[in-house]
Nanobody
Framework: QVQLVESGGGLVQPGGSLRLSCAAS????????VGWFRQAPGKEREGVAC????????AYADSVKGRFAISRDNAKSTVYLQMNNLKPEDTAVYYC?????????????????WGQGTQVTVSS
């Protein structure tokens, strides 16, 4: 059974950091592109950070460049999102997803397997 489980969300003050993890099971992560997406209340889902199956190509939303970093450990079947200098506008539910289609950055329609999400709240 293909499964993605996110963890690491929580409440953090502005300027703080969090590291999200996404544990994959039921398939071999190495062959898939991976991505982190988020959705805030009343807003559309947006791609935050994505990485190709090779780990060589990455794509980031402009709003998080220089603050967030995506990484993967295929041996542990885990994807990470390091988030630094968090801002209140980063508040959202964060989802990880995988794509077995051709690389298309963070185009969400290319990502077919999704986790249940983890809440990130940035507030003082």
């Amino acid at each position: 059974q293909v499964q993605l489980v996110e963890s690491g969300g929580g409440l953090v003050q502005p300027g703080g950091s969090l590291r999200l993890s996404c544990a994959a099971s039921g398939f071999t992560l190495a062959g898939y592109h991976v991505g982190w997406f988020r959705q805030a209340p009343g807003k559309e889902r947006e791609g935050v950070a994505c990485m190709s199956s090779s780990g060589i190509i990455t794509a980031y939303a402009d709003s998080v460049k220089g603050r967030f970093a995506i990484s993967r450990d295929n041996a542990k079947s885990t994807v990470y999102l390091q988030m630094n200098n968090l801002k209140p506008e980063d508040t959202a539910v964060y989802y990880c997803a995988t794509s077995g289609l051709a690389w298309g950055g963070c185009a969400s329609r290319r990502y077919l397997n999704w986790g249940q999400g983890t809440q990130v709240t940035v507030s003082s």
